[in-house]
């Protein structure tokens, strides 16, 4: 059985984690197919949304204990290799110019809070819960904690990466961690209805410019960031999309992208 599900509909890319028997826990093959499958998206022109969630209720229960097992054992060369991969596959979502959205249903934790809430948009249900978790045995979020900076402020970053405590869905989204809390019985048609508006209602290009933009500017210093975006401003001016748009706009058509 394949640890992972990957489908395009209506130019919507759904990847579904599919290690019930081990709550999705993030394993090698997982890691690596996770990485494959967003490169897939990612690189298909025919793909504007991308949907991560799981073919179970735990989303992502985080390392799988094999692969702790196996860590432990490693030298710190393989170590950093491994690091490296698991850099790769969450590079392949944060570097994404496509709109990706997180249903979680269940526990997020430790390395799968990081999955789940590295998505533009997370929605999750009451039921779920996000943590990460990794002090208690001893082990850091380190790379999570550099995604997550640009994300929420430093005191929720110091508050759950060093406490390790595990919330439910409603404060997550008061810290900036869930953008929507959707009953379980509902959660399915939330998100294939906001996937296929944004796929139907938003242009992929500019969509791209935004996170672009979204990933660079924290870097920047204010003068730096506004002659940035004065450029980008231009040239969005001159792009096909933008003068697709403005022509529907002006003359009062409907437009589907």
């Known amino acids: 059985m394949s640890v992972l599900n990957y489908e395009v509909v209506n130019r919507v890319a759904w990847i579904t984690l599919n290690r019930p028997e081990k709550r999705n826990a993030l394993s090698v093959a997982l890691i690596q197919s996770l990485h494959d499958a967003f490169n897939q998206a990612n690189e298909d022109e025919g793909v504007r949304v991308i949907v991560l969630k799981s073919a179970d209720k735990p989303f992502c229960a985080g390392a799988d204990l094999a692969y702790l097992t196996e860590l432990r054992n490693n030298t710190l060369e393989e170590n950093l290799a491994d690091s490296q991969r698991l850099r790769k596959m969450f590079d392949a979502i944060y570097h994404s110019s496509k709109l990706v959205i ?69 404060e997550a989204m008061r810290m900036g961690l869930v953008q929507y809390v959707v009953d379980e019985s509902e959660v399915a048609d939330f998100v294939e209805r906001l996937a296929r508006g944004c796929a139907e209602g938003t242009s992929g290009a500019a969509l791209a410019q935004v996170k672009q933009m979204l990933r660079e500017i924290p870097a920047m210093s204010r003068d730096q960031a506004l002659d940035y975006a004065a450029g980008m401003n231009a040239h969005a001016r001159a792009t096909q999309d933008c003068i697709k748009g403005m022509d529907a706009f002006l003359n009062k058509q409907k437009l589907i992208w």
């Open 102 to 170: 997180s249903q979680v249903e269940g526990a997020a934790l430790a390395g799968g809070c990081g999955l789940a809430t590295l998505a533009d948009i997370c929605v999750a249900t009451p039921a779920a819960q996000f943590g990460y978790t990794e002090v208690k045995i001893g082990f850091i979020p380190a790379l999570v904690m550099v995604y997550m900076r640009e994300r929420v402020a430093g005191w929720v970053m110091r508050d759950l990466l060093l406490t390790g405590r595990v919330i439910d869905a409603v």
